[in-house]
């Protein structure tokens, strides 16, 4: 079990600038994140558009201003801790001990919740019944190509991903690529070497239909898909991928016993404090009179919650107002001489 | 002010005056009508806003997109007549709009 300061659950644009307020009142962190890259919600739906409303930045995109913060918080040596979903918060006398799902354990006396509107999952295809072939014949992503090969792939969806691995996954299995229209939102000249292969008879395209039925079997035999005008294919498909995108899920920390308003945990606004003690909430993902899901706000968030975290993390000592500019501990703490 | 109907996925139906301007989206959650998340808040980014609109008045609402159609791509259960409601603004022609929200939105 690690034992820090300050567990923080997210590596959004909030979650990174936490790390910073702590790392300049001494307090050391670690970031936890169910993405495999930090940055949230500017990093994975809109890295490439500008944003406007950073005070004294008049344009940077999601990406850059991700990669800036990234930058910010190097001094601080903070690891973060990717592809990981906190699952379980549970109180151990004064501390906080937190669980991701793949049992790493952490412990501290205090968590920052900068979750956003929730970790970032996999977006599943609609048949339910689907899911007990998870991980199994059901992917939503390939983690080894190994297991992709020799088989009988339908791979669902119209975006680079779907072409890339429709591509890639063409070398050494039969696919079958299927998308709800005829346009592809992917790269056209992969789309284009696709269309090549298809006419060599390699791959089979299917636009304008959805999957409507599986082979409810023990394994996963063929899927059945129905076109727009009505008319109905089965596939032999042992292997389904499907490129949805990701969609953010609340998931678990509607369980940890926070008073929540919707999707978002109540705070009070002095300190971002939640109704736990020790458990704060910053950036999208809280709630107060007046909140603005706004990144700036998320910024004055943390750094408030950042003095409470040292009250509770360092007990005995006393809390100094300090500006960067003209504290020398700040100064040391962050490299400069 | 404009009428809109919304239909939820089992048929129950509220009608409710949105202001001109707003989004089909917004006046929903203004309404806390169920059955739209809009987790992105209106910014095309999330999908969960999607809605079926009422065949009759497919061609009364200005084409999608093609951003938003490459967003619909990843909405639950999409359809020929899917639309995103946070990219339907309100206006006195839309007065009588009627759409239905899917099931779910994930
Ligand atoms: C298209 C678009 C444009 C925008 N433009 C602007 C703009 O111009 N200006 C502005 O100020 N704001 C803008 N925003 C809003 C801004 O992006 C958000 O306010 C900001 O990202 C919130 O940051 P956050 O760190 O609170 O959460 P997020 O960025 O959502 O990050 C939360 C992170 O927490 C992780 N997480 C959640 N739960 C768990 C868990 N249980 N375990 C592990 N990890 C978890 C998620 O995977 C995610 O990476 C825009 C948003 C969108 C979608
Ligand atoms: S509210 Fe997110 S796409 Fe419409």
Redesign the pocket.
């Known amino acids: 079990m690690k034992k820090t300061d300050v567990i923080i ?8 600038f936490a790390v910073h307020q702590l790392g300049i009142k001494g307090l050391k962190a670690v970031v ?4 495999d890259k930090a ?4 990093i ?3 890295p490439d ?1 500008p ?4 005070p004294a930045v008049p344009e940077c995109t ?1 990406e850059q201003l991700t990669t800036r913060l990234l930058e910010q918080i190097k001094p601080f040596k903070t690891e973060l801790f990717l592809n ?4 379980e918060v549970d109180k151990e006398r004064d501390n906080w001990v937190v669980k ?1 799902n793949n049992k790493k354990e952490f412990i501290a006396p205090n968590i920052i919740i ?7 999952e996999p977006r599943k295809l609609s048949l339910k019944e689907l899911e007990k072939f998870e991980g199994k014949s059901v992917f939503y992503a390939v983690r080894n190509k190994e297991h992709f090969k020799n088989k009988k792939i339908s791979i669902f969806g119209g975006g680079d991903s779907a072409l890339d691995w429709a591509l890639e996954l063409s070398k050494f299995s039969k696919i079958t690529l299927i998308h709800r229209r005829n346009e592809f939102r992917g790269a056209q000249h992969t789309l284009s070497e696709l269309r090549k292969l298809e006419k060599e008879g390699k791959v089979s395209i299917k636009t304008q239909c959805q999957i409507e039925a599986f082979d409810n079997e023990k394994e996963l035999k063929s899927i059945t898909i129905k076109f727009e005008d009505g008319k109905k294919e089965k596939i032999l498909t042992d292997v389904i991928l499907g490129f949805f995108g990701l969609i ?1 899920k ?4 509607a369980e940890w016993g926070l008073n929540m308003d919707k999707k978002t945990i109540e705070v009070n606004p002095k300190n971002f404090e939640t109704n736990k003690k020790g458990i704060f909430a ?4 809280c709630s107060y009179p007046g909140k603005l ?6 910024f004055h968030e943390v750094a408030l919650a950042s003095v409470e975290c040292f009250k509770r993390a360092r007990p005995n000592e006393k809390y100094k107002f300090e500006f960067t500019t003209s504290s020398k501990t700040i100064q040391n703490r962050l490299g400069k001489k | 002010m404009p009428k809109i109907t919304y239909k939820d996925f089992r048929g129950d139906t509220k009608t409710i005056e949105v202001e001109n301007g707003l989004t089909v989206m917004e006046g929903a959650i203004q309404n806390e009508i169920p059955g739209i998340d809009a987790d ?2 209106g ?4 999908a969960t806003c999607h809605i079926y609109v009422d065949e009759k008045w497919l061609n009364k609402i200005p084409k999608a997109e093609e951003a938003e159609e490459d967003m619909i791509d990843m909405a639950f259960e999409p359809k020929k007549n899917s639309r995103l409601s946070c990219q339907i603004i309100v206006n006195d022609e839309l007065d009588g709009l009627e759409v239905t929200t899917p099931e779910k939105q994930t």
């Open positions: 659950i997210g590596a959004g644009p909030i979650g990174l936890i994140d169910n993405l940055g949230g919600q500017c994975e739906l809109y558009k944003i406007y409303d950073i999601g990981e979903r906190v699952d991701t900068a979750g956003g509107v929730g970790s970032f953010m609340l998931g678990p920390i910053a950036g999208d993902i899901k706004l990144i700036l706000s998320g | 992105c808040g910014s095309m980014a999330c």
